[in-house]
């Protein structure tokens, strides 16, 4: 049985994409609700997840090992483009850079929709 959750034994797209927000969203400003001292500056409107503007990539909120078990340590507060970034069948429809990344790691491909759940 698959888990439920595929993005617990994955984390891949934390560790692959410079993850940038616009700068209003980091918990420093008067609305914001990313904790700022997880981000840096990038130029004048713009800041990022630290680790994720660097190689190796690694998003400093991600806890565990990516391909084995990880968490967001700021669920609740991440910003929107993780926000915005599909998990497996979360909006309904597989997102084909999921496996995209998987397969350039070495980890399985995620289930397909079952036939039945496609659209017509
Ligand atoms: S690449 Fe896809 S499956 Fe993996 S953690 Fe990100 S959203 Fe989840
Ligand atoms: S904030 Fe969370 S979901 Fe977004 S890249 Fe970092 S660890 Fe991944």
Redesign the pocket.
């Known amino acids: 049985m698959s888990d439920p959750n595929?993005?617990l034994d994955?984390?891949?797209?934390?560790v692959h994409f410079r993850v940038s927000f616009y700068w209003g969203e980091a918990d420093d400003g008067p609305e914001g609700f990313v904790p700022a001292g997880m981000t840096e500056k990038l130029g004048h409107h713009l800041r990022c997840m630290k680790g994720t503007n660097q190689t190796p990539r690694r998003c400093s909120a991600l806890a565990g090992q990516p391909g084995e078990r990880v968490a967001c340590t700021i669920y609740e507060n991440r910003p929107t483009p993780c926000r915005e970034?599909p998990?497996?069948l979360e909006d309904g429809m597989p997102?084909p850079k999921?496996d995209e990344?998987?397969a350039a790691n070495g980890l399985r491909a995620?289930f397909p929709l079952a036939p039945s759940l496609c659209a017509a």
């Open positions: 595929p993005c994955c984390g891949l797209c934390c970034f998990s497996h997102n999921c990344l998987r995620l």
